[in-house]
């Protein structure tokens, strides 16, 4: 069944989780859209998984219309969210509602999303009534990280705890249909989705959320440089492909690939010899 933002808000009514995995290419869209997840983010955590970049920070909109339009052509039931880059959405709001629409428009995406909390309010309210969904990202923005100088779990004193749910609010007033809380303590993210009435997709923020966001090379473990803590590895996808790839290596040289059956042959009537 197609998952739209309708169905995220029938889902938080009935109590029931909602799955989000991100994807930036067609083969993974089509793999994690036959799961049944209910939706595919287009996180601009590829300038990490899929660029090779130290953080977010330079990853563009055309990156973002790239990745976001194959995942659409992939993806037959999952909603389909795609992020907005930093600087596409901080400097004024004609350019934060230019660059949604593009990416809307360029990839057909159901949704956008973007970080920040009260600040993006009305940024957020001129995306949405420009007829384009929005899902906010509170608690740890990636996009911040020269702010927080590292990768910082966010909301942990009294007042920071207050600023998360605070924020939130803001955001879902402001017309989000949905809420991402990244990297806060659980019991934060847990009085977020009680006052909320969007559902809050959460990340490294405990198991009270409405519903669970992973990035798919974290879970399928395809790299080990490091673990965040809130990872789960649900398969060790990167052991399994290194193996395939020496089995490649090894049967080329050794003259075993391609073999008879792998390989093209004439037709018996038609061989005549070459020379
Ligand atoms: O870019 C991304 O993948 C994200 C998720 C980590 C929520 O924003």
């Known amino acids: 069944m197609k998952n739209t933002t309708a169905t995220f808000a029938a889902m ?4 029931e989780k909602i799955s989000m995995l991100t994807a930036y290419d067609y083969t993974m869209a089509r793999l994690v859209d036959a799961s049944g ?15 090779g970049y130290a953080s977010t920070i330079p990853v563009t909109v055309d990156d973002m219309i790239h ?26 709001i004609e350019e934060a509602v230019r660059n949604a629409g ?3 428009k360029e990839t057909l995406c159901a949704a956008v999303k973007l970080e920040g909390g009260a600040e993006t309010a009305q940024t957020i ?57 990244e990297c806060v303590p659980a019991d934060v ?15 490294g923020a405990g198991a009270d959320c409405d519903g669970q966001v992973l990035v798919y090379q974290d879970m399928l473990g395809m790299f080990d440089d490091f673990k965040p803590k809130f990872v789960r590895r649900f398969a060790q996808a990167g052991a399994i492909m290194q193996e395939a790839f020496k089995a490649f290596d090894r049967e080329v040289k ?5 073999d008879e059956s792998e390989s093209f042959a004439r037709d018996p009537h038609e061989v005549k010899r070459l020379y």
């Not at 938080?12 to 109590?15: L, S």
């Not at 983010?41 to 590829?46: A, I, K």
């Not at 702010?147 to 910082?152: L, N, P, R, T």
Request: aromatic share 4%.
């Open 67 to 92: 990745h976001g339009a194959a995942v659409v052509r992939g993806a037959k039931n999952a909603l389909v969210v795609v992020d907005m880059p930093f600087m596409s959405y901080q400097a004024s």
């Open 125 to 181: 309210a001129a995306i949405v009534a420009a007829g384009i969904p929005v899902m906010g990202h509170v608690g740890m923005m990636p996009q911040h990280v020269n702010q927080y100088g590292g990768f910082k779990v966010q909301g942990k004193s009294e007042e920071a705890a207050h600023k998360v749910v605070s924020d939130a609010l803001a955001v879902e007033q402001a017309g989000a249909f949905a809420v991402v809380l």
């Open 37 to 51: 997840v209910n939706a595919i983010l287009v996180g601009d955590s590829l300038g990490n998984t899929m660029l």
């Open 102 to 104: 593009r990416i809307m």
């Open 189 to 203: 993210a847990r009085e977020a989705t009680q006052k909320l009435s969007v559902p809050t997709i959460g990340i």
């Open 12 to 15: 938080k009514a009935r109590g």
């Open 254 to 258: 050794s003259g075993g690939f391609p």
